[in-house]
């Protein structure tokens, strides 16, 4: 993360060029919305996720007046502001933004685009979130599939998935499930060691759930020697 100072340097240069900018290209304009959307990922960055939205919905009335509601690069402007109401805990309007990015993007693009990834794992988050089990792996299983046409089966993107997955499921106590896709998650070698030590303990848990004591004790000693 960067220090405090970066950050002020960085929103200090943004608003020198946007006041230069608003003078001579006025306000609609399209480089306004990108200066907007620069600093808003600057205050979200800061956790600062009330400014960091304010500029990116200014930034978003700006592209869609120029661009149309369901150009495929507004969709990169829902996106971030699905993103930034899950941070802030105001689930429905995060999937209000993450749906109309998938229509934006799925308006152009065909239905395993990799650029739906990221809207479907955000959906995935907030259901989960809001304790939609089922709605959470449906969206996640849509992410998994374009994440392994784009990465393959070993990056480590793929792996966080399957683990997500693997963790609801075992909320839903179907640990043998869990268990499939821990072990998924495991035979991917780009883990980090963090990682690594994560999931064997999330694969101890499932076992200690199924009362596979023995198994359950092999998985917790080798996230500790990890």
Known sequence: MAAKSEYDQAINSYLKSLDIRLKYLGKEHQKIAALYYSLGNVYIDQTNYEVGINYFEKALIIIVNSLGDSHPDVAKYYLVLGKAYWRIGKYEKSIYFYEKSIKAYNNT????????????????LVYWKKGNLD???????KSLSIQIKKFGREHPKVAQIYNNIGIIYSTKELDLKAIEY????????????????????????????MKKYDKAIEAYDKSLNI
């Open 109 to 124: 693009f065909e239905a395993d685009h990799t650029d739906l990834a990221g809207p479907y794992l955000g959906l995935g």
């Open 135 to 141: 709605k959470a792996i449906s969206y996640y299983e």
């Open 182 to 209: 821990y072990e998924k998650s495991l035979a991917i070698q780009n883990n980090s060691l963090e990682v690594q030590a994560r999931l064997y303990n999330n694969l101890g848990n499932a076992y200690q759930n």
